[in-house]
């Protein structure tokens, strides 16, 4: 099952909480796997892609400069330094990658980001703020045991025992959630960024990714 979106609309996506009295009562396994089992998978940048910088994209693209700003930037650097430089991050976020380094994942994926953007490839950037949110997900799941949780609620009969459980899960998600709503501010730029652009297999897993954060952060504040 996938979450579907409208075509491009655009306004920027805002997290909006509602409380549940159970989320699982209303989103069993079979939904939440198909937001969580890599439906949301990154996907590699396409350069050959054509871009066009519309007026209206001008801010979002400087506040998104201004944020991913390196601590030194030398301003007579060619194009093709430009271009070096995002591949350079790209692979130093790939080596972060394999030994499982998710911090410096995203640190590296904000350099490329910012990069992208110096060289007017905003959709390119728009990929690397969505991998920032897809990764921080990754990380989120393996410190909570994510999968696992939630098979074993869906598995278990109701009761004293299936309360206590989901009542633990809970103060597990909320202790990790932080991780997930910082996640959420790369998203919403990622989404800022790629609403001009008619990428729909980027827009899906952008939203995806944010829907996925909507759940937990509804899941964990429901009564």
Known sequence: MLICQPKYVKVKYRITMTRFSNPLKYLPLSILLSIVFFGVMCSKSKPETKQTTTTEQMDTVTTTQEKF?????????????MWSDFYAAKDSADSALARSDFPAVKTFL??????????????????????????????????????????????????PEKIVYIRETKELFKEHLPLLLEAAKYLEDAYELDKDFNDEDRTQKIYSNLAFIDWVRNFTNAQ
């Not at 700003?69 to 330094?81: G, H, I, K, M, Y």
């Open 110 to 159: 904000k350099k490329a980001a910012f990069h992208a953007v110096e060289v007017s490839r905003n959709d390119i950037a728009a990929w690397q703020l969505n991998n920032i949110g897809y990764y921080s997900i990754v990380e989120f799941k393996q410190k909570t045991d994510y999968d696992q949780r939630l098979r074993t609620i869906e598995n278990m009969r109701r009761g």
């Open 69 to 81: 700003l390196p601590e030194t930037t030398d301003a007579n650097r060619t194009v093709q330094q």
